[in-house]
């Protein structure tokens, strides 16, 4: 049975991780998805990655940034707002998801 630990939450979504199942769960907007450590960790570089790359040069509220999911007929559409901010989601779940594993081993 999964028991998640919220690693980060606001108003724009939240990170858990199951200890159980090793998955991490995101939950942005509307939609909520599971990862393995290793794509939780990949999904994280390439978000980082976009932000970057498309730092103004791009319409902040046009949503053209597609992210695929496991299921091949549901995708992530992001504009750059959104991007900026599932990246701040993402990466202060990231210190503490790297705390919680620092502190059980």
């Known amino acids: 049975m999964c028991t ?11 990170i858990s991780w199951c200890k159980e199942c090793n998955h991490i769960n995101i939950a942005f907007g509307t939609i909520v998805f599971a990862l393995s450590i290793q794509q939780f960790e990949q999904f994280i570089q390439l978000i980082n990655m976009d932000v970057t790359q498309y730092n103004g040069k791009m319409c ?16 992530m559409v992001l504009c750059y707002t959104e991007l900026v901010l599932l990246a701040e989601l993402l990466n202060k779940a990231t210190m503490l998801f790297q705390a919680h594993q620092i502190l059980t081993v």
């Open 4 to 14: 998640p630990i919220t690693l980060h939450h606001n108003k724009h979504g939240y």
């Open 60 to 75: 902040s509220k046009e949503k053209s940034l597609m992210y695929n999911t496991d299921s091949s007929h549901i995708n």
